[in-house]
């Protein structure tokens, strides 16, 4: 009573839990056998942005593990991964790369896509300049969080800022309200042969880095057989990217 702690300490916290989390999951790691697993596992993502993907993963285990049910699960806005993966809710997660991940996760890398900038060229040309980039008017995907999306935190690093008046919760309703507008979409190459394919686009004029996506895991599962399974399964499933 009465005690509080110090800066210190509350500055070992997380890394004190993420040696805690890497310790568990030394404790028991049985032998892992897909074909007789019958326990579910949640795959947590922005799934309707990569279901050609996901379709190819749960394919492949379905066909190594058909007893054990899947779920895929809309994650949200990326600051929900912590909170999916530390409640147990999701085993692993999909996601565009977060500038930081907490100390009690594991990341990998399963590929990267460079951004184009997508337009209705029925209504306007394409993007010739950093002045008219900015000039322009924006559309956007909002998943419901508040923190910066990768496009703005790029631009955010460069001081600037684009005037977005549409955001859409997907990329199937952003591909089919921005038909007919002048509205500018910058997204990663992915989509050019699906969802935005009857738009035009253009590399963006100004300095854009490529978006790699991460799977995410819990440090408490890094050594579970199972889990090192699933992230095996995942990577070969999805290091392809959208096959271009």
Partial sequence: RGIAPTDRAILLVPHIRAQLAGLEGLVSNPKFQP?????????????????PQFDRLFRSLREK???????????????NVGDLLESGTADLVVTVRMQEYPVVLCSQTLFSEQMLCY???????????????YDSNHAAL???????????????????????LLQAPNVHVLARLVGGTDLVVTMHAGFRDSEFAHLSHCKPPISMHDIAFDMVWHRRVNHSN????LRNMTKMALSTGFDH
Avoid at 119 to 133: C, E, H, K, W
């Fill in 35 to 51: 074909n007789m697993d019958d326990t579910r596992i949640t795959i947590a993502s922005n799934v309707t942005e990569m279901l």
């Fill in 65 to 79: 593990a058909p007893n054990m049910p899947v779920r895929f699960l809309d994650m949200g806005p990326r600051k």
């Fill in 142 to 164: 909002d998943f419901g969080g508040k923190s910066a999306s990768a496009v703005d935190q790029i631009l955010d690093d460069q001081s600037r800022h684009r005037k977005i």
């Fill in 119 to 133: 337009y209705d060229s029925a209504v306007r040309g394409p993007i010739t300049s950093a002045d008219d980039y």
């Fill in 226 to 229: 199972r889990s090192i399974w």
